[in-house]
């Protein structure tokens, strides 16, 4: 089995969206990703529990503007410059937030990391 590489220092990895993840903008400019649930457990819940086929996961305000910059060539130190910049003190604090959104992304496989 194929191990991942992760940076020793978490800041210095690399977020980048994933290939094949639908997203939009609605009229407010926040994001939205559209999830298709396939596989046979979802299909399963389809059909039993009328899970709907596409999931739609609605980003707040930095979720949203964290999400537009990902572009997997910045790391993620870079990138809460950017948040730091938007979003002032309200982003604090600014790393602990930033790397556990990140890895919460990661965790649902909406994100690699490089």
Do not use: C
């Not at 982003?91 to 965790?107: D, F, G, N």
């Amino acid at each position: 089995m194929k191990q991942k590489k992760i940076n020793a220092n978490y800041l210095d990895n690399k977020p980048e969206r994933k290939e094949g993840i639908a997203w939009s903008k609605d009229e407010e400019g926040l994001v939205i990703l559209s999830i298709e649930n396939t596989g046979l457990m979802n299909r399963i819940a389809q059909k039993l529990f009328k899970k709907p086929p596409v999931s739609y996961i609605h980003l707040d305000e930095m979720g949203s503007f964290i999400w537009t910059i990902l572009d997997g060539e910045r790391d993620i130190t870079s990138l809460g410059e950017d948040v730091e910049r938007e979003f002032g003190e309200s982003a604090h604090p600014l790393y602990e937030r930033l790397a556990k959104y990140i890895q919460i992304l990661e965790s649902y496989g909406f994100i690699t990391l490089k």
